[in-house]
C-alpha cells in the first residue's frame, strides 16, 4: 500500500497562509480521489477538499480561501491555506483512494497540526 507523508503546517497569525504536502511513497496516478480533512479538538473529522478525477470540491467555510491540487509528477497533493482563521485551527489529513470517494480502502497521511492564533 502506498505510503503518505504530510508536511507543513504549524502556527500563524489569523490572515496568514500555509501550505501543507502529502507526498506518496507511490505514484499516485491510480488514485481517482485524493483529499483532505481536519479534526478540531472535540470535533468530529469533517472534510475540507477532495479532487475527485477532475473536479474538486470544498467545504463551504474554506471556499475561496483553500485551494487544493495534486501533481502526478511529484506523486504530491497540496493544500495551500490563505487567509487563515482562528477556526481553522485543527490536525489535518490527506487521504487517498483508488476508488471515486474516500473508503474504508483509502490510505491517510500521519496528520499535521495548524494552529492559526488570533
Known amino acids: 500500500q502506498v505510503q503518505l507523508v504530510q508536511s507543513g503546517g504549524g502556527l500563524v497569525q489569523a490572515g496568514g497562509s500555509l501550505r501543507l504536502s502529502c507526498s506518496a511513497s507511490g505514484s499516485i496516478f491510480s488514485f481517482n480521489a485524493m483529499g483532505w480533512y481536519r479534526q478540531a479538538p472535540g470535533k468530529q473529522r469533517e472534510l475540507v477538499a477532495i479532487?475527485?478525477?477532475?473536479?474538486?470540491n470544498y467545504a463551504d467555510s474554506v471556499k475561496g480561501r483553500f485551494t487544493c491540487s495534486r501533481d502526478n509528477d511529484k506523486n504530491t497533493m497540496y493544500l495551500q491555506m490563505n487567509s487563515l482563521k482562528p477556526d481553522d485551527t485543527a490536525v489535518y489529513y490527506c487521504?487517498?483512494?483508488?476508488?471515486?470517494?474516500?473508503?474504508?480502502?483509502?490510505?491517510w497521511g500521519q496528520g499535521t497540526q495548524v494552529t492559526v492564533s488570533s
Open positions: 479532487i475527485i478525477g477532475g473536479t474538486t
Open positions: 487521504a487517498a483512494d483508488l476508488a471515486y470517494g474516500i473508503s474504508r480502502k483509502a490510505s
